[in-house]
């Protein structure tokens, strides 16, 4: 099955800086790539997702970009505040299949 | 509130107890799903249903661990003689029909097998 791995498990950025996750994955068919926001004592929440037709999305101070022949996958917070900090996961998903392979996580610290 | 809601969000129980929780969806999605979270850790897949119809079971989900939809309305997931082991997160979340996207979670079942 799917495999995804995501770096760094925990970032600790200044209020105002950039933060930028990265997944890699493992199944080149894979095609479906959210991303997911989960605050303490919540489940995870759609913050964006990409698809394999396309190279890059934004959406406000968010972006995500895809590069499918190294199979990674990356998320960008620009301007980070301090309701930005939270466990920032990544997933993908094959054609064809309904459920999504998560990575372990990623815990955003912005310091006011 | 429309979206998913589970219960009950917490159980305590001790070792080789039974325990039930139940998920209801989001009333128009067709699709149910039951993850496993760990501190630390992603959530992990153990089963989904389309409507009634369970269609996909992770390894995960050992022959103490049943799940039901049987009206593809509600669903529950049951643990027979729970296990320390057992003790996480269990996220329910439903989607539409049609090509994978959104998942949208509820805020879980904490389990704790003492």
């Known amino acids: 099955g799917e495999n995804v791995e995501q770096h760094p498990s925990t970032l600790s950025v200044q209020e105002g800086d950039s933060a930028v996750i990265k997944c890699t994955y493992s199944?080149?068919?894979?095609?479906?790539f959210p991303w997911y926001k989960q605050e303490l004592g919540k489940g995870p929440q759609l913050i964006i997702d990409i698809r394999s037709n396309v190279g890059e999305k934004k959406d406000q101070r968010i972006a995500v970009t895809l590069n499918k022949t190294a199979k990674h996958f990356s998320l960008h917070i620009t301007e980070t505040q301090p309701e930005d900090s939270a466990v920032y996961f990544c997933a993908a998903s094959t054609p064809n299949d309904y459920k999504l392979s998560f990575g372990a996580g990623t815990t955003v610290t912005v310091r006011a | 509130d429309t979206g998913v809601s589970q219960d009950p969000r917490h159980k305590i129980t001790k070792r080789g107890q039974n325990v039930t929780f139940r998920c209801d969806p989001i009333?128009?999605?067709?699709?149910l799903y039951w993850y496993r979270q760990t501190l630390g850790q992603g959530p992990e897949f153990l089963t989904y249903?389309?409507?009634?119809?369970?269609?996909?079971k992770s390894r995960l989900l050992s022959d103490r661990f049943s799940a039901e939809r049987p009206k593809g309305s509600f669903s529950t997931l049951e643990i027979q003689r729970t296990e320390q082991g057992d003790s996480a997160m269990y996220l329910c979340?439903?989607?539409?029909?049609?090509?994978?996207?959104?998942?949208?979670f509820g805020e879980g079942s904490r389990l704790t097998v003492l």
């Open positions: 979340a439903s989607s539409p029909a049609g090509a994978i996207g959104e998942l949208f």
């Open positions: 009333s128009e999605h067709n699709r």
């Open positions: 249903f389309q409507n009634e119809a369970q269609l996909e």
């Open positions: 199944d080149s068919a894979s095609n479906y």
